[in-house]
């Protein structure tokens, strides 16, 4: 059997953010594995067209919840619900995320709320629910979503970066206490991606492609999911990105300001 494989149907995974761009491919992959699935995100429409394609593809059992989880008490509500459902979940992945690049000071006040809700509290909340139930059945695997921007605390970032780097500091500390647990716990830290998360037009992602700046969601997906079977704590999907980490931690403030003055036209 491949790594990670399960007889079809016998495990289920739960993946965040599941409608488009990476969460689509990790839900896709683990289905290919055999898992059956619970996909969440806001898109109900959308969730629903991945569930019906994914089932036809794959064969496996799909069920979907439509939830904003940026609020406080999503977690909460987020397991209850499989609870009620009659869910067992064996692997989780939090993959559900958003954006921003803008000044704090120009950031609408929701929308940092919103940012910190959904990549840590949430995030957080949903890892000690699930690692108890899989701590109690003897074990099971969560992938977190962290960002290679952690390594880039520039300006218009402040925000972004700094709740990605909370979610891989977490990651690490939690697998370690986790483990003897037989709870897989792994972070991951792509740089760009080809989605539409990053408001890039197709154009641009295509572009992006062709000179290596981007990767595609699945070849992401491919590279977390391995880990994650490797029981890997944290990851950087394109190995030539781990090269340039300490000079984008020590890059000149002269640097910096230049990249502020050339990048400011597109915050927002």
Same mark, same amino acid.
Not at 35 to 45: C, K, P
Not at 218 to 240: H, I, T, Y
């Given at each position: 059997?491949?790594?990670?494989?399960?007889?079809?149907?016998?495990?289920?995974?739960?993946?965040?953010?599941?409608?488009?761009?990476?969460?689509?491919?990790?839900?896709?992959?683990?289905?290919?594995?055999?898992? +059956?699935?619970? !996909?969440?995100?806001?898109?109900?429409?959308?969730? +629903?067209?991945?569930?019906?394609? !994914?089932?036809?593809?794959?064969?496996?059992?799909?069920?979907?919840?439509? =939830? +904003?989880?940026?609020?406080?008490?999503?977690?909460?509500?987020?397991?209850?619900?499989?609870?009620?459902?009659?869910?067992?979940?064996?692997?989780?992945?939090?993959?559900?995320?958003?954006?921003?690049?803008?000044?704090?000071?120009?950031?609408?006040?929701?929308? *940092?709320?919103?940012? *910190?809700?959904?990549?840590?509290?949430?995030?957080?909340?949903?890892?000690?629910?699930? &690692? &108890?139930?899989? &701590?109690?059945?003897?074990?099971?695997? *969560?992938?977190?979503?962290?960002?290679?921007?952690?390594?880039?605390?520039?300006?218009?970032?402040?925000?972004?970066?700094?709740? =990605? &780097?909370?979610?891989?500091?977490?990651?690490?500390?939690?697998?370690?206490?986790?483990?003897?647990?037989?709870?897989?716990?792994?972070?991951?830290?792509?740089?760009?991606?080809?989605?539409?998360?990053?408001?890039?037009?197709?154009?641009? @992602?295509?572009?992006?492609?062709?000179?290596?700046?981007?990767?595609?969601?699945?070849?992401?997906?491919?590279?977390?999911?391995?880990?994650?079977?490797?029981?890997?704590?944290?990851?950087?999907?394109?190995?030539?990105?781990?090269?340039? !980490?300490? !000079?984008?931690?020590?890059?000149?403030?002269?640097?910096?300001?230049?990249?502020?003055?050339?990048?400011? =036209?597109? @915050?927002?």
């Amino acid at each position: 059997m491949r790594r990670g494989e399960v007889v079809k149907g016998s495990k289920t995974a739960l993946v965040t953010g599941a409608s488009t761009g990476i969460g689509r491919c990790y839900a896709e992959q683990l289905a290919a594995l055999g898992y +059956n699935l619970i !996909i969440v995100s806001r898109d109900g429409e959308l969730l +629903n067209k991945a569930a019906r394609e !994914i089932t036809d593809t794959h064969g496996v059992k799909v069920s979907v919840l439509a =939830k +904003n989880l940026a609020t406080l008490t999503a977690a909460e509500e987020l397991y209850e619900w499989t609870k009620s459902e009659g869910h067992t979940v064996n692997v989780l992945i939090n993959n559900a995320g958003m954006f921003s690049f803008c000044d704090i000071l120009d950031t609408p006040t929701e929308r *940092i709320k919103e940012t *910190i809700l959904l990549h840590d509290v949430t995030n957080t909340m949903l890892c000690k629910l699930f &690692a &108890a139930d899989m &701590a109690s059945r003897g074990g099971g695997h *969560i992938l977190n979503m962290s960002s290679y921007s952690i390594w880039m605390p520039w300006p218009g970032l402040s925000l972004y970066s700094a709740s =990605k &780097a909370y979610l891989k500091s977490f990651s690490v500390a939690f697998a370690k206490e986790v483990r003897e647990k037989k709870v897989y716990v792994t972070a991951v830290c792509p740089a760009g991606i080809a989605t539409d998360l990053y408001g890039l037009s197709k154009k641009w @992602q295509k572009i992006g492609l062709n000179i290596h700046a981007l990767s595609t969601p699945k070849f992401c997906a491919r590279r977390g999911l391995n880990s994650l079977w490797r029981r890997r704590r944290s990851v950087v999907p394109d190995w030539w990105m781990r090269l340039l !980490i300490p !000079i984008l931690e020590y890059l000149p403030m002269f640097i910096l300001r230049w990249m502020r003055g050339f990048t400011k =036209k597109w @915050q927002k």
